[in-house]
């Protein structure tokens, strides 16, 4: 089946700067690609998702690009501020069953 | 507000108890997902309901036990409760496409 790695496992950068977190995925089937934010004790939330026909999908400071000849997909987040701080969880799925495989989550520290 | 509903927010009890946790999806979905999340740990998919019909499990234990009704609310039983069953246990809904929206959460105390 499925499995989706995730690094790094902390994540910790100066504020302003650049993050990037990447996820690989085993199933060349996957199509679908979310990153969920979650604050500490919230629900995880939808930032961002891409699909399997596209390379790359931009939303004003959050970016996720897809490589599907490697089976990897990465999150940019440029000009990180204080409120970026969170896990972020990354997942792939296959139409067929519409189920979520998780990866196990980055932590995102921003150092003021 | 994702339009998934939880209840309770809170709940504490003692081991060998059984409990109850209910999730309202958003208006239209018609599939309910169950999660568990341990404390600093990811998110343990536990059982997918579609439409009242069981659809995918993940890593339940026996104990524990899901339905989905007819209007589309869905019940998580947890039964003879352990320490380790503490946990945040989200519920999830989608309307038939992959993206999932999760509720608040219930957070259960387990003394």
């Known amino acids: 089946g499925e499995n989706v790695e995730q690094h790094p496992s902390t994540l910790s950068v100066q504020e302003g700067d650049s993050a990037v977190i990447k996820c690989t995925y085993s199933d060349s089937a996957s199509n679908y690609f979310p990153w969920y934010k979650q604050e500490l004790g919230k629900r995880p939330q939808l930032i961002i998702d891409i699909r399997s026909n596209v390379g790359e999908k931009k939303d004003q400071r959050i970016a996720v690009t897809l490589n599907k000849t490697a089976k990897h997909f990465s999150l940019h987040i440029t000009e990180t501020q204080p409120e970026d701080s969170a896990v972020y969880f990354c997942a792939a799925s296959i139409d067929s069953n519409y189920q979520l495989i998780w990866g196990a989550g980055t932590k995102l520290i921003i150092k003021p | 507000d994702s339009g998934v509903t939880q209840t309770p927010k809170h709940l504490i009890t003692a081991t060998g108890q059984r409990v109850t946790l209910r999730c309202s999806p958003r208006s239209g979905d018609l599939s309910v997902y169950w999660y568990q999340q341990s404390l600093d740990q990811g998110l343990q998919f536990l059982i997918q309901y579609y439409n009242g019909e069981e659809r995918a499990k993940g890593n339940i234990l026996e104990r524990f036990s899901a339905q989905q009704f007819p209007d589309l609310h869905s019940e998580l039983n947890l039964s003879s409760l352990e320490l380790g069953d503490s946990a945040l246990y989200f519920c999830?809904?989608?309307?038939?496409?992959?993206?999932?929206?999760f509720g608040p959460g219930t957070r259960l105390t387990v003394l």
């Open positions: 999830a809904s989608s309307g038939g496409l992959d993206t999932q929206y």
